[in-house]
């Protein structure tokens, strides 16, 4: 079937596989021979049962967790996420550090401070509008966990290398580079992403807890906001979000299957930045807004020599087949989501574009 799709580089929801949309679309009528859509059949069924266990199963397999580790799909994204963590894991006289590098960060702060939970900014990138990964941070060995936001989608920066945390469980937010990378799973003892960004549509987030953590779960706040129910539940005390949960499952089977695990999707991810940021760093004309040792491979953030042409970039690259170049609202500039669903050939396109249009406008 032919299809006018685009080069997508939206930063959430973002592109999907186009193996996995085409798969959906075989199947959506007719789910697994069960003669009903995926939105339609009952959570409580053998087809429903039979995606969330192996969307389980791969998490554990592609990120080789042992069984110490539980993997929950949680709806209210990440967002929710901000209070659940401190809610269920900071008890009175605890405390967590937190490291703020920029807008998710600071919401995380923010609920947990809400909560009147104690925390402790560990360090911040604030100094420098948040344009780099803090480096030398002292961490306190009496904390609860470590809370991290992995990559900024907004400033373009990333974890190049996590922390060392003197043996406190780092937790965190993963929603835009979740299985880009391999992970030494040892130094995490909680992960949370919003799949919008880098695994699936909108309307779950995957969490992954360790025992550790998970027995700190309280039973005096809300059942729905219990790590606990999720995980003696199998993520279905109530009605989950199982189309979102489906699409999870075919683009982790698409990772693991396809593309080969997170070795080879790593080279991927470094290849299609690489190209970018090469092309910025060769002109004059692009400039990148993040420190280059603090450079994201999921999110490539840059200005122009002025908005008005940052106006015209955004627009010729629309007109080219090229969408979702605009920066954040909050910060303006261009941004390229370039998450693993985003081909090499889409990233190829676009630099050629940036080239054409720097001869044309430089």
């Not at 996420?81 to 894991?89: A, D, E, G, I, V």
């Not at 695990?261 to 002109?283: I, P, Q, T, V, W």
């Not at 889409?346 to 406008?361: S, W, Y």
Request: proline fraction near 4%; charge should be neutral.
């Amino acid at each position: 079937m032919k299809t006018d799709r685009i080069h997508n580089f939206n930063a959430g929801p973002a592109a999907l596989p186009l193996p996995v949309l085409e798969a959906i679309q075989e199947s959506f009528l007719n789910f697994a021979g069960s003669g009903m859509s995926i939105t339609e059949i009952s959570h409580r069924s053998k087809w429903f049962e039979a995606v969330i266990n192996d969307a389980v199963a791969r998490v554990k397999r592609i990120l080789k967790l042992d069984s110490r580790h539980h993997v929950l799909f949680v709806q209210g994204g990440a967002s929710l996420q901000f209070c659940m963590l401190p809610m269920n894991l900071l008890k009175a006289g605890d405390t967590a550090d937190y490291v703020n590098t920029g807008t998710w960060s600071t919401k995380a702060i923010k609920e947990a401070t809400l909560q009147g939970k104690s925390i402790n900014v560990a360090a911040s990138s604030e100094d420098r509008n948040f344009s780099y990964i803090p480096r030398e941070i002292a961490f306190n060995t009496d904390a609860v966990y470590a809370h991290i936001t992995s990559n900024n989608t907004i400033k373009g920066t990333q974890w190049a290398q996590f922390p060392s945390t003197g043996g406190v469980p780092i937790a965190a937010d993963m929603s835009s580079d979740i299985f880009s990378r391999p992970l030494e799973m040892d130094k995490f003892g909680l992960i949370y992403a919003g799949a919008q960004k880098n695994i699936g549509p909108a309307g779950v987030c995957l969490v992954i807890i360790r025992d550790d953590l998970l027995a700190r779960t309280p039973v005096n706040i809300p059942t729905m906001l219990r790590y606990s129910t999720y995980a003696e539940k199998n993520s279905m005390y109530n009605t989950p979000p199982c189309f979102a949960i489906y699409t999870v499952q075919l683009v982790l089977k698409w990772l693991e299957e396809t593309v080969g695990g997170l070795d080879k999707m790593a080279e991927l991810n470094r290849k299609k930045a690489g190209l970018l940021y090469d092309c910025m760093d060769a002109s004059g004309f692009y400039r990148g807004t993040a420190e280059k040792e603090s450079r994201s491979l999921m999110n490539v953030t840059f200005r122009l020599p002025s908005e008005d042409l940052e106006k015209d970039f955004v627009a010729e690259a629309a007109q080219n087949g090229m969408g979702g170049l605009k920066g954040h609202r909050s910060v303006g500039g261009c941004r390229a989501s370039i998450y693993n669903p985003t081909p090499l050939t889409a990233v190829e396109a676009l630099v050629d574009f940036m080239k054409t249009f720097e001869r044309r406008h430089g």
